[in-house]
């Protein structure tokens, strides 16, 4: 949330995502039309640098965590190629045998 963000050229946007459970991990994707969605960053609650994708960089793309189960996309020095479809997402670890 929100669905849909405009924002003037150079300034900052902040998208939201609750997870609903306590992973305390969240991953971000860009998808624009026709192509595969990229991996943009990866942000653990613990840990105070995100992971990022190839092609995004800290200087422009950082993450927050609110919460255990709330989290912030933030963009900065918005540019006309940032425009996407930004998903986030975690996974459950509970059934993979491992700690």
Same mark, same amino acid.
């Given at each position: 949330?929100?669905?849909?963000? /405009?924002?003037? *050229?150079?300034?900052?946007? /902040?998208?939201?995502?609750?997870?609903? *459970?306590? @992973? %305390?991990?969240?991953?971000? @994707?860009?998808?624009?039309?026709?192509? %595969?969605?990229?991996?943009?960053?990866? $942000? $653990?609650h613990?840990?105070? %640098?995100?992971? @990022?994708?190839?092609?995004? /960089?800290?200087?422009?793309? /950082?993450?927050?965590?609110?919460?255990?189960?709330? $989290?912030?996309?933030?963009?900065?020095?918005?540019?006309?190629?940032?425009?996407?479809? @930004? $998903?986030?997402?975690?996974w459950? &670890?509970?059934?993979?045998?491992? &700690?």
């Amino acid at each position: 949330k929100p669905p849909i963000l /405009t924002e003037q *050229k150079g300034r900052s946007v /902040t998208m939201d995502c609750n997870i609903e *459970k306590d @992973y %305390a991990v969240v991953s971000w @994707y860009k998808q624009i039309p026709n192509a %595969a969605p990229q991996f943009v960053l990866r $942000y $653990y609650h613990s840990h105070s %640098a995100p992971v @990022y994708g190839d092609g995004f /960089t800290s200087s422009r793309f /950082t993450s927050k965590a609110q919460s255990n189960i709330d $989290y912030q996309l933030i963009i900065s020095n918005v540019d006309v190629d940032d425009s996407a479809v @930004y $998903y986030c997402g975690t996974w459950d &670890s509970t059934n993979e045998g491992v &700690s």
